[in-house]
Structure formats: structure tokens, C-alpha cells
């Protein structure tokens, strides 16, 4: 036995006998320190239970309670020396206790208490549970406990994150259920832990690692623009793809949840298509959008371009006029894939396998050649198909008429359409005097005086409206009346057609540079009569028409440079009407107030005193003149029936009225209508009635003819 110290010495002789098998050494220390033992245990053949639990009681001097039975002759095998410090003796004593199956519990009020030696496999019958007995730690002291394995103790651990009820079942394997346990507590989400104070600090810990926020997965998302093919031709070969990497057959969209499906921390992959931009935007963890890229790179290829030439010939349109508007198409579209709108690389909604389409017109043919891929060629055949239609036409009938009165005076309306045969008149200013409310006319004057004569200006006009010579007929029978212009065209829908009769006349213009050169020259100036319709057709047969009308003609000049141009009296209207299919309307109603004032004398003599008026005359005079436009349109269908039979019907009334009927079949001059489609031949012949036809043909006074230089 080694030599131990004094207090040792003393330590032993209030010892039991049997303590004399172990060496044990005081350590005196300082203040903080407290000292420590110093312990040897017979490594051979060991100590005895009993007698280290004696020597815990003198040195920790504290009665202990046990059953001697119970430990019987147990002994403890400890190799080496060990180093206890004296405030941590009990924690110490306590751990070899453990070691051997047996706990040491405080029973008794504090001061007086007593320790008990117990059994931890005896549960129940060694004296009941200890659980209870345990004491009870705050969460922010676990930490004095963590080198504390034999210490019983009880803790409440608060849960932000994850639920106690599942918390519970992962930890209850680390504890020794038959003397630790854990328990969850629904309503304070929280863990009370019964266990050995190293065991409830670990879980503690534990706790600390697992009781974070729910992991939220960000989605990696990356924007591709292609280059050289379209995303619309990819997108099903990119699907697949992304298929067969997460183990689905083609067409199948989800996969039955098994092992190595998606976890909580895996995002599902997904490709989104932008066809504005051409580009695909690629969604999923970073390695898989990495992999879908290379995807993008492996079909993202330049390749030689496929194109062919068509030949489209057009049946009812103009080449030039579809050319147009087909290069306007496809220069849209090449306008936006450049700005970046539908894509860099590739072509609108094309791709690389496509060279940028083309249209060229040929115009004796009326074909235009296309080069496109069958694609786009689809797309433009589309679009022709659609615009390559017979389209309806219209056939304008117009009379330009000048009248000493107005007509508002004359039958009290300035706007009006009759029909003869089913009653339907409408007028701004209730029906008019000679139009009944059944519809029929009641030719007031001469009118009705010719209305049943033979031979005369005006016979039995056909067809179911009203024509313009009957309109023309009557109004001169009430007032002073001079027909200007009677033009007719044949024009397409939404088309403008152009009627034109103008004079032009010349004036002498000088001009002097500063070298003092003069130099003459002429200008050209013009007047006449110049009208342009633009109709177009409504639903319900109803026509708008756009009607722009200039009446000019030529006046002395009021200058007195002998050279001075004439002046030019203008009249001119621009106005948009509807009006039914074959009906009539009447527009218009501008004032043109003439003033003239003539001074006629003889000389010397009209100056003589008394009688000098006798050889003088002053005449003033003023006139006004209005300007009426009478205009029926009619819809002619593609199969032309209706202009078959206006034509008729037509030629009959210029025929009754004197008129020289020519062969409808003749062709037409060029001329005859500027800016509109040539007419069918003759068309325009329908309405030119000759002077002893129109309305006072033949007997026109002089002040019908101050109005003007006769029909234009």
C-alpha cells in the first residue's frame, strides 16, 4: 500500500477495515479549486462494492440507504490512478454506481435527506419508479449537467418548428426506457425528458439542430433564346427528354410516388416555352437546368436552309396591289424577330431550316412567284385565299345639276330617296310635295303633263326605282334647271373611282433675273368638273358612300394686267353618306350669288344736260345659282345579272327620250374614266341623253344660259 498523508490517514481510520485494499490520497487545493482525491483500485483483484460505498459515505458524509444483499459481493475493476475533484465526487461515485446497474436517489426534506442505493432493472419492485423522484431542470441550466451521466433529472424542451409528437418517436431510441423516458405535450408543443443529465443535454443539443424552419427549395431558373431553330420545334423533344430523366415513358406526365421519386428537397424539373421571344425558360435544381442546357446546345444547330418556289396565279386581285401586301406581312414579321419580339435567331415562328421568305409580282401573267418553305408557303397560301376573292362592285350613277332655285323651295326636301314600287321615301323634311305617303308620285306640272304622253321627253320608265332622268324631268318643270355633268362608273368595293371633265387654259407669266434677263413663260390652269365616290358595302344592302365633288369654272379677271390669269370660280363639298341599295339621293345645295352691274352710254351725247339720259342705260342684275348632285348606286352581284338588266332598262329610257342608243357591245375609251376600273363597254354611254332630251333641251333662255357654257 502506498504512503498516503495525514487527513488520508484519518480518512481511514473512521473507515472500515476492508477499506485498507484501496489507496486513496487527499489533494489539499486553494480556495477555488477545493482539492481533489487521488484514487487506486486494486487492479488485480479488484474492490469491493460495499466497501467504496462506505468510503463514499464518510467522504462524502452523507447517510446512505442500500440493501447489502442486494450488491452482495459485486466487485469494481478500475485500472490506474483517478483524479477526482472532491466538489465533483459524488458525480463521480454516482457514474460507478451506474456502471453496475445501480442509481443513487435524494430522498428526505432538504437538509435532512438521505441517499438510496437502488437497482435500475428492479423497476416497481425495488421500491417504486424513480422518475418521479427526479428533479426538475430549467432548459437554460441543462448545461451544469452535461458531464453529469448518472445524474436523474427532468426538463421541459420548447419545439418551434417540428411537431413534439413526431420529435418524440426519432428520440425515444436514445433513451434507456426502463428508468428515462420523453413525452410530448400537444398544446405547449413541447418535450418533458426524464433522464441521466450527459443524456437530456444531448438531446438538448439535439433539439437545437433539428428545430429549424421547414426547408423551402428555390427553384433555379435560367432563359435560353435560341438562335437557330424555333422553341414550337423543340418543345416536344425537350418534354421527352425531360421524361426519360426522371424515369417516365413518352407521353406519361407523372411517375407513381415509390423509392427515388422527389424528395422535399428535390424541385421538379420543368420547361416553359416563350414563343414571343423564342426563347425557353428552364426551371429546376441547378444540375438538372445545367443538363437541360446541354439539351438546348445538342438541337440549338445551324443547318443548311430548305426552301421552294411557288407560282400562285391570282384569279381576281392584282399582282402588284398582293405583292404589296404580302412583303408587308413578312417584313412585320422580320421588323419584330429583329427588335427581339418573337426572336433573334430564328425568323418569326420559323426557324434555321427556312431562308427568309420572298414575293415577287408578275404582272402579265397576274401570278406572283413565292419562295418560301412549304411552312410559310402555307401560311401565305392562307392569306391569298383569303384576299383573292370576286368582289362585289358597285355601279354610281351621278347627275351635277345647277338650278335658279332651291330645291328644299321646290318640293320641300334636301335630302331624298324615292322608290316607286314598295313606298319607301325618306326625307329630311316630311315627304314631299308630289310624293304621297303610299309612295306613289304625283307628277305636279309639266311632269304630269308628260307623264302620259307619246313621243315626248318623258316616257314610261322601267325598273322598280326612281330614275335620275325622272328626278331631272320634274325639277325642271318647276324651275329654271341646267344639267352640268350625267357621269356613271362601274367600281369595285372599297375602291375609289374618279369622273373628271375639265378644261385647262394658259397665261403668260414673266419672270426677271437679277442680270435684268425677262423671260416669259406660260402656266397651265384648270376647271371643270371633278367628282370622286369611294362606296362601300354595308350589311343590309346599304352603301356608304364617300362622295367628294368640285365644280369650277373660269371668270373674266378683275385685274388689269392683260396678262392676268382668269379668275376661278370654285364650289366643292366632301361628304360621307348611306344610303340604300338602287335608291336616290340628292346632295348639296351650295349658293353661288352673282352680282353684275353694266353701264351703256352714248358719248357726248349722255353727257347733255336733260336729256343726256335718254342716251344712257344702267342695268344691275345678281342671280343665285345652287348646286345639286343626284346619286344612285347600285350592288352588282359577280354574276353581273343586275347590270345586264339596268343596262336594258337604261338604253330603253335613252331610246323613248330621243336619245341616240349606240351598241352597248362597242368598246369603251380608256378615257372615259379616269382613275377607276374601265367600265363595261358603252356604260357610260347609258345616261348621256342629248340636249333635246335633257330637261329644257332646245329652248333654253338667256338666263339659263348666264348659268354656265352648257353640259360638260
Keep these: 500500500m502506498r504512503p498516503i498523508a495525514a487527513f488520508t490517514l484519518l480518512v481511514l481510520s473512521l473507515a472500515a477495515a476492508p477499506l485498507a485494499a484501496q489507496d486513496i490520497e487527499e489533494v489539499p487545493g486553494t480556495d477555488e479549486t477545493g482539492g481533489h482525491y487521488v484514487l487506486q483500485f486494486d487492479e488485480a483483484k479488484g474492490e469491493s462494492l460495499l466497501e467504496f460505498i462506505d468510503l463514499a459515505k ?105 411537431e413534439a409528437r413526431s420529435a418524440m418517436a426519432s428520440f ?67 418534354t421527352d427528354l425531360l421524361g426519360a430523366a426522371r424515369g417516365l415513358r413518352p407521353g406519361q406526365t407523372s411517375a407513381p410516388q415509390q423509392a427515388g421519386s422527389l424528395t422535399m428537397r428535390e424541385i421538379e424539373p420543368r420547361i416553359i416555352i416563350d414563343s414571343r421571344a423564342n426563347a425557353i425558360l428552364m426551371v429546376g435544381d441547378e444540375d438538372m437546368v445545367d443538363r437541360i442546357e446541354s439539351w438546348v446546345d445538342i438541337l440549338d444547330v445551324e443547318v443548311d436552309p430548305r426552301s421552294f418556289t411557288h407560282v400562285y396565279r391570282l384569279q381576281n386581285t392584282d399582282a402588284g396591289s398582293m405583292e404589296q401586301v404580302l412583303n408587308n406581312v413578312l417584313n412585320e414579321e422580320r421588323s419584330n424577330a429583329g427588335s427581339g419580339r418573337v426572336g433573334q435567331g430564328a425568323a418569326a415562328g420559323g426557324s434555321a431550316l427556312e431562308v427568309p421568305a420572298s414575293v415577287v409580282a408578275d404582272e402579265i401573267s397576274n401570278s406572283l412567284v413565292i419562295t418560301a418553305s412549304d411552312r410559310k408557303y402555307a401560311e401565305l397560301l392562307e392569306i391569298l385565299r383569303q384576299l383573292d376573292v370576286r368582289r ?34 325618306v326625307s329630311n323634311f316630311g315627304t314631299p310635295t308630289g310624293f304621297d305617303d303610299a ?33 331631272l324631268q320634274w325639277v325642271s318643270g318647276q324651275t329654271k334647271t341646267r344639267v352640268l355633268s350625267r357621269p356613271s362608273v362601274l367600281t369595285n ?111 357726248w351725247l349722255s353727257d347733255l344736260p336733260f336729256v343726256g339720259w335718254l342716251f344712257r342705260a344702267d342695268q344691275d342684275s345678281q342671280a343665285d345659282t345652287f348646286l345639286y348632285v343626284f346619286i344612285t348606286a347600285h350592288i352588282i352581284d359577280p354574276d353581273f345579272a343586275l347590270l345586264d338588266e339596268i343596262s336594258a332598262a337604261r338604253a330603253l329610257d335613252v331610246e323613248r327620250l330621243g336619245g341616240d342608243v349606240r351598241d352597248l357591245s362597242s368598246p369603251i375609251s380608256p378615257d372615259a374614266v379616269r382613275g377607276g376600273r374601265p367600265t363595261l363597254a358603252g356604260a357610260d354611254l347609258l345616261f348621256k341623253m342629248p340636249v333635246a332630251a335633257l330637261p329644257g333641251g332646245g329652248s333654253r333662255d338667256s338666263s339659263a344660259d348666264q348659268l354656265g357654257s352648257g353640259e360638260r
Design 58 to 162: 464518510v467522504l462524502l458524509q452523507r447517510p446512505i440507504n442500500y440493501n447489502p444483499q442486494e450488491i452482495g459481493d459485486q466487485m469494481v475493476f478500475i485500472t490506474g490512478p483517478i483524479r477526482v475533484e472532491k466538489r465533483r465526487f459524488f458525480q463521480f461515485f454516482q457514474a460507478v454506481l451506474k456502471a453496475y446497474d445501480y442509481i443513487i436517489m435524494d430522498y428526505g426534506p432538504e437538509g435532512s435527506s438521505f441517499l438510496r442505493i437502488q437497482k435500475i432493472t428492479a423497476g416497481r419492485g425495488a421500491g417504486g419508479s424513480v422518475k418521479p423522484t427526479a428533479p426538475i431542470v430549467a432548459v437554460e441550466d441543462l448545461e451544469t449537467y452535461s458531464q453529469d451521466p448518472a445524474t436523474l433529472i427532468t426538463t421541459s424542451i420548447p419545439l418551434r418548428y417540428i
Design 172 to 238: 425515444n431510441p436514445f433513451f434507456d426506457t426502463q428508468i428515462e423516458g420523453i413525452r410530448n405535450v400537444d398544446n405547449s408543443n413541447s418535450l418533458v425528458i426524464t433522464g441521466f443529465g450527459t443524456n437530456v443535454w444531448s438531446a438538448f443539443k439535439l433539439v437545437g439542430l433539428v428545430d429549424v424552419p421547414p426547408f423551402e427549395p428555390k427553384p433555379h431558373i435560367r432563359k435560353r433564346i435560341l438562335d437557330h431553330t424555333s422553341v414550337d420545334e423543340i418543345e416536344t423533344i425537350l
Design 392 to 425: 362585289r362592285q358597285v355601279l354610281v350613277e351621278a347627275a351635277i345639276v345647277e338650278t335658279k332655285e332651291a330645291l328644299n323651295e321646290v318640293f320641300k326636301a334636301g335630302v331624298a330617296i324615292g322608290d316607286l314600287d314598295d313606298g319607301a321615301f
Design 439 to 471: 309612295g306613289e308620285i304625283d307628277l305636279p306640272g309639266s311632269l304630269s303633263q308628260l307623264k302620259g304622253t307619246n313621243g315626248g321627253n318623258l316616257a314610261a320608265f322601267s325598273g322598280s326605282d326612281i330614275p335620275i332622268p325622272v328626278f
Design 493 to 603: 368595293d372599297n375602291e375609289e373611282a374618279e369622273m373628271a371633265t375639265e378644261q385647262e387654259t394658259s397665261y403668260e407669266t414673266s419672270s426677271t433675273t437679277q442680270n435684268g434677263v425677262t423671260s416669259n413663260n406660260f402656266e397651265q390652269i384648270t376647271a371643270g368638273i371633278r367628282m370622286n365616290v369611294s362606296p362601300t358595302i354595308s350589311a343590309g344592302n346599304y352603301l356608304r358612300l364617300r362622295v367628294r365633288l368640285e365644280v369650277s369654272d373660269f371668270q373674266p379677271s378683275q385685274s388689269t394686267n392683260p396678262s392676268a390669269p382668269p379668275d376661278v370660280n370654285r364650289r366643292e363639298f366632301d361628304t360621307p353618306i348611306t344610303v340604300p341599295d338602287g335608291k336616290t339621293v340628292i346632295i348639296g345645295g351650295l349658293v353661288n350669288h352673282a352680282v353684275s352691274e353694266v353701264d351703256s352710254e352714248i358719248p
